[in-house]
């Protein structure tokens, strides 16, 4: 469909800079997640490729067409929205052909492309109902239809899964995935929600103020974060970052000793290693990393996550889901060594091992 590229895009909202000199290439058929927290400027990034906002300097294409100062009715995008944006007193069957209407296509042509989309999502038998009379699950599909039955170059998403239910969401998440595959169209979409990108993109730029401090597939955003920003914020529970001392090769706080680690002393150094990466030890074993009391036991099904009191903070392990400890029991662990990570705390940059 179409590739969109930014070369050295800024956005500044008077001295504020939302976006600083962003340089990302989305490929064709991609689907690119935008992910970080509030106000780091992921949708400035998209309302700029829709043409709700203009560059302050710098370049954006799609394709080969540069679309700085082109109107958004123009540049053959189509967004879907948090709130949905559906028209109330329209049916379903209205409200997905909207887009059709306003183009002059011909009402026979209008009412197959509708119910060829209105299938696609499930919505062929709901064509005649308005929006009051939908559930949130089926509001949103009709605001994905509507921008699906356009075949925009570009689809265009913001966070549009927050407003429904924890089990809503994974089923949308699973719908949009599929139907992405299927239609194949360049979709640029916009979470703060780290399971959503991990889930739908095959590319995460995670951004935070107003930069991309990572590019990359989710498992390598995962498996090997650049810096201390990207190692917190994706996770669930997230890695475990722990401030300490790097001395001789030896990682030292609050009672954790890792050894072998850091090929050069650093004093203000932060440990980071996943729950997963954490495993209770077993009786007699002499290579414990720590000994602490246990904070909470929490199961969750498929695992328990136990929380350890390491100074004035707490450490995450997920542990066997018949794990029995008690709260305030003290017990030892060892963290996996090559699954350790180390971060300078004052650059926020990872450290080589």
Known sequence: M?????????????????????????????????????GCGKTTTMRMVAGLEEATSGDIYIDADRINGVLPKYRDVAMVFQSYALYPHLSVADNIGYPLKIRKVPPAECKRRI??????????????????????????????????????????????????????????RAELKHLQHELQ????????????????????????????????????????????????????PPMNLIPGEVKNGVFASAGLRVGGIGRADVSRAVLGVRPEDVHVAGAGDADVNLLAPIYSVELTGESTLVSLRLGNQLMTLRADKNFAGQIDQQIGVKLAADRVFLFNEESRDRVDV
Do not use: C, W
């Open 185 to 236: 169209v360049t979709t640029i979409y916009v979470t703060h929600d780290q399971i959503e990108a991990m889930t739908l993109a095959h590319r995460v730029a995670v951004m935070n103020n107003g930069v991309i401090e990572q590019l990359g597939t989710p498992r390598e955003i995962y498996n090997d974060p650049r810096t201390l920003f990207v190692a917190g914020f994706i996770g669930s």
């Open 2 to 38: 179409a590739s969109v590229t930014f070369r050295n895009v800024v956005k500044k909202f008077g001295k504020f800079t939302a976006v600083m000199n962003l340089n990302l290439e989305v490929r064709d058929n991609e689907f690119l997640v935008l992910l970080g927290p509030s």
């Open 115 to 172: 119910m060829e989309v209105a299938r696609r999502v499930e919505l062929d038998t709901l064509l005649s109902r308005l929006p009051k009379e939908l559930s949130g699950g089926q509001r949103q599909r009709v605001a994905l239809a509507r921008a699906i039955v356009r075949t925009p170059r570009v689809f265009l998403m913001d966070e549009p899964l927050s407003n429904l239910d924890a089990k809503l969401r994974t089923q949308m």
